[in-house]
């Protein structure tokens, strides 16, 4: 046993310095994922704005800050919950509805962009493969989520009757309904259709940004096998309530084996899974916890001159 690890490591580590001697790889690739990050968060802010209108009142150096307070504390938080409270800390407290409500939402479209386009990746891909990716089981289990979300879009924006009649009957109706009118109500229908369209060109941001990663190391990969095996990855992922750090831990073994199947190196897919979470959450965040901290510390400061005083 000691000597299959053994022969097993070294071969890794051969591959390993294979794939970094510096001719095999292609910085071009590279480069153009590090230029799509600030587009990424870009949409994002789009999106936020077009729900919240918030840009109507703070200045964008500000909503900056907020975003970027939320992506850090959204890291080490499941299912990047902390981003609510990290956006708030930049907005006044009656702000706070308004912003919640647009990061639900844009977090729901976000969402359905994932499952729509990911549930037809993982068919593409087994009809390629000629094998499911995973348990059949765990298929109809993502198209009923995807189904429960789209009847929470048509309920709460299409104001379909016979959801409207069944609400009447729900227990605590009274105190759903303050919780839909304070936090959840979208007024404008018009922001929905375009937050939509920002979180689909995030999405599809995103998704070039993985491609591109991959082809820092390997540019003969077919594109169209790339594509759909990539927002498979994220599809799959979509589905495990994890941290986001351990959500790299879960995205490297899910691109391992979907993208293993499609004759992408294992070492590959790691590489790649990890420089898109460096890229995308690790360079936000800290950008984001440098501007809490000076935050804090001015904050700190001025409750210090006031006691001198």
Same mark, same amino acid.
């Given at each position: 046993m000691v000597i299959l690890i053994t022969d097993k490591f070294i071969r890794y580590e051969e591959n390993f310095n294979e794939r970094f001697r510096l001719e095999m790889i292609h910085w071009e690739y590279l480069l153009f994922a590090f230029l799509l990050m600030p587009v990424n968060w870009f949409f994002e802010l789009l999106k936020f704005n077009q729900f919240s209108h918030l840009d109507k009142k703070y200045s964008k150096v500000d909503l900056i800050k907020s975003l970027l307070s939320? !992506?850090?504390?959204?890291? !080490?938080?499941? @299912?990047?919950?902390?981003?609510?409270?990290?956006? &708030? !800390?930049? &907005?006044?407290?009656?702000?706070?509805?308004?912003?919640l409500s647009a990061i639900f939402w844009g977090n729901w479209c976000q969402l359905l962009w994932l499952m729509a386009i990911g549930i037809g990746g993982v068919n593409y891909l087994t009809f390629i493969i000629s094998a499911p990716l995973f348990p059949v089981s765990y298929f109809f289990m993502g198209m009923i989520i995807f189904v429960i979300l789209l009847l929470i879009i048509f309920w709460f924006y299409a104001r379909i009757e016979l959801f409207r009649k069944l609400f009447h009957y729900t227990p605590f109706k009274q105190k759903i309904k303050e919780l839909y009118i304070g936090y959840l109500k979208i007024i404008n229908r018009t922001d929905l259709y375009k937050a939509l369209i920002y979180a689909g060109l995030r999405y599809f941001t995103y998704v !070039?940004?993985?491609?591109? @990663? @991959?082809?820092?190391?390997?540019?003969k990969l077919p594109i169209g096998y790339l594509f759909f095996g990539v927002v498979s990855v994220f599809f799959i992922q979509s589905i495990l309530p994890v941290l986001s750090w351990m959500g790299l831990i879960g995205r490297t073994g899910i691109a391992i084996f979907v993208l293993g199947k499609l004759g992408v190196s294992e070492l590959d897919s790691s590489l790649s899974s990890i420089l898109l979470w460096i890229i995308n959450i690790l360079l936000p965040s800290l950008i984001g916890l440098y501007f809490l901290f000076v935050k804090f510390l001015n904050k700190s400061y001025g409750k210090q001159e006031m006691d001198i005083g």
């Amino acid at each position: 046993m000691v000597i299959l690890i053994t022969d097993k490591f070294i071969r890794y580590e051969e591959n390993f310095n294979e794939r970094f001697r510096l001719e095999m790889i292609h910085w071009e690739y590279l480069l153009f994922a590090f230029l799509l990050m600030p587009v990424n968060w870009f949409f994002e802010l789009l999106k936020f704005n077009q729900f919240s209108h918030l840009d109507k009142k703070y200045s964008k150096v500000d909503l900056i800050k907020s975003l970027l307070s939320g !992506i850090a504390f959204s890291a !080490i938080t499941p @299912l990047k919950s902390g981003d609510y409270g990290g956006r &708030l !800390i930049w &907005l006044k407290q009656e702000d706070w509805p308004a912003a919640l409500s647009a990061i639900f939402w844009g977090n729901w479209c976000q969402l359905l962009w994932l499952m729509a386009i990911g549930i037809g990746g993982v068919n593409y891909l087994t009809f390629i493969i000629s094998a499911p990716l995973f348990p059949v089981s765990y298929f109809f289990m993502g198209m009923i989520i995807f189904v429960i979300l789209l009847l929470i879009i048509f309920w709460f924006y299409a104001r379909i009757e016979l959801f409207r009649k069944l609400f009447h009957y729900t227990p605590f109706k009274q105190k759903i309904k303050e919780l839909y009118i304070g936090y959840l109500k979208i007024i404008n229908r018009t922001d929905l259709y375009k937050a939509l369209i920002y979180a689909g060109l995030r999405y599809f941001t995103y998704v !070039i940004q993985y491609m591109f @990663l @991959l082809c820092v190391f390997d540019d003969k990969l077919p594109i169209g096998y790339l594509f759909f095996g990539v927002v498979s990855v994220f599809f799959i992922q979509s589905i495990l309530p994890v941290l986001s750090w351990m959500g790299l831990i879960g995205r490297t073994g899910i691109a391992i084996f979907v993208l293993g199947k499609l004759g992408v190196s294992e070492l590959d897919s790691s590489l790649s899974s990890i420089l898109l979470w460096i890229i995308n959450i690790l360079l936000p965040s800290l950008i984001g916890l440098y501007f809490l901290f000076v935050k804090f510390l001015n904050k700190s400061y001025g409750k210090q001159e006031m006691d001198i005083g």
